[in-house]
């Protein structure tokens, strides 16, 4: 079985979407800012090889109603050429698009997961949504947070590691461009 990740990018003071996150700014205000690093026209190729390796090892992703309802629009797919897993309290039919599908879930957390690792196929299973990503980590799901630490304050928007409580981690992983700074982390709690 593969791994379950947390993927984000993040400012350095925390936030993982500007504010005012809405189908206009699917990223907040300023929030695109956080990934900048991925569409430049000359990647570092350090963040390039980063990229490459994420994409190599999902297999499935999780994602909360409102990352889907404001991400679809500008993915125009689902967010990794893979089965993709929405988290919502409204049941509706799959959605076929270019790569993949995505499949509603309603019944929770633990039931999308569990259905993503199948999907996934032994490969990793990404979460992705700052709330999302709060239950996860809440109910000790997470096996590893990736952090891509961007160098740039944002002020405010949504904050990931905001009313968790203590959760302890172990760094395994540092990768250094001068655009962002990849931070990898296995919960040991």
């Not at 994409?55 to 909360?64: D, F, L, N």
């Not at 991400?71 to 797919?77: A, E, I």
């Not at 995505?102 to 999308?112: E, L, N, P, R, Y």
């Not at 997961?113 to 996934?120: V, W």
């Amino acid at each position: 079985m593969g791994t379950v990740v947390l993927y984000k990018s993040m400012s350095l003071d925390g936030f993982v979407a500007g504010p005012h996150v809405r189908a206009e700014h699917p990223m907040g205000e300023g929030g695109e800012r956080l990934h900048e690093w991925m569409f430049t026209e000359r990647p570092d190729p350090r963040d390039k090889e980063f990229v490459a390796a994420i994409m190599a090892s999902v297999g499935a992703v999780v994602v909360g109603r409102r990352t889907f309802d404001v991400g679809l629009p500008h993915w125009q797919d689902t967010p990794y050429p893979v089965p993709t897993l929405v988290l919502t309290h409204q049941a509706r039919d799959e959605l076929a698009m270019k790569s993949a599908t995505f499949t509603f879930v309603t019944d929770g957390i633990a039931s999308s997961l569990e259905s993503a690792q199948d999907a996934a196929g032994g490969k990793d299973v990404i979460v992705m949504g700052a709330q999302t990503g709060r239950q996860f980590l809440s109910a000790g799901l997470v096996d590893e947070l990736q952090i891509s630490l961007v160098p740039v304050v944002l002020g405010g928007g949504t904050r990931l590691l905001e009313d968790l409580g203590p959760i302890e981690l172990e760094r395994t992983q540092v990768i250094a461009s001068d655009a962002v700074t990849h931070l990898r982390f296995r919960v040991t709690t």
